[in-house]
């Protein structure tokens, strides 16, 4: 069972419908993982459906693409909010409702998150030497 989740719902559906085509089993979700509280809405609901996950592709983000001076405040937070925060509220809550599994069996594929981690840490260490 494949178990499609994003902000958009038509896409996840639409994602859905392709690997039931191949033969495989998949269902949809509408999350917005920068949002913690339905992060962990839609992870409850997920238990309901799978007993346990072998792999997460935690993969949501956006990439506003401008030179660097030019991102708004708010691109920057909607980055920090869905690029890192929202990779940390799947994996939190994935762990909270797959304890066992997640611990020993789990596979996570995250780079959104080590991307930006990596991002966050080179400006953290240059402007430490400025
Ligand atoms: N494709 C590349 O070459 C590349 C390279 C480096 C980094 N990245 C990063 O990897 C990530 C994934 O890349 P991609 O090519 O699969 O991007 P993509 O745009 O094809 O897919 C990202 C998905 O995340 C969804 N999404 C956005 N905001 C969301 C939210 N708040 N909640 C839930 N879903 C949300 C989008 O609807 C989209 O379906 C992005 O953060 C991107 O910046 C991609």
């Known amino acids: 069972m494949i178990v499609c989740w994003d902000i958009n719902l038509e896409a996840a559906q639409e994602t859905a419908k392709e690997v039931e085509a191949i033969g495989g089993k998949a269902c949809a979700f509408h999350c917005d993982v920068s949002q913690q509280k339905d992060v962990e809405l ?11 996950i072998d ?14 001076l ?9 980055c920090i ?4 925060k929202g990779c940390i509220w799947v994996k939190k809550y994935f762990y909270v409702f797959y304890p066992i599994t997640f611990y020993f069996k ?11 981690i990596s991002v966050l840490l080179v400006v953290f260490v240059k402007c430490l030497s400025m």
């Not at 792999?55 to 660097?68: D, E, L, Q, R, T």
């Not at 030019?70 to 909607?78: K, V």
Request: glycine share 2%; hydrophobic share 40%.
């Open 81 to 84: 909010d869905i690029n890192v």
């Open 42 to 52: 839609k992870a409850k609901q997920v238990k309901n459906v799978v007993p346990h």
């Open 106 to 116: 789990t596979k996570m594929v995250s780079n959104t998150f080590c991307v930006h």
């Open 70 to 78: 030019s991102h708004s405040i708010q691109e920057i937070d909607r």
């Open 55 to 68: 792999i997460i592709i935690n993969n949501a983000g956006i990439m506003p693409c401008h030179p660097f």
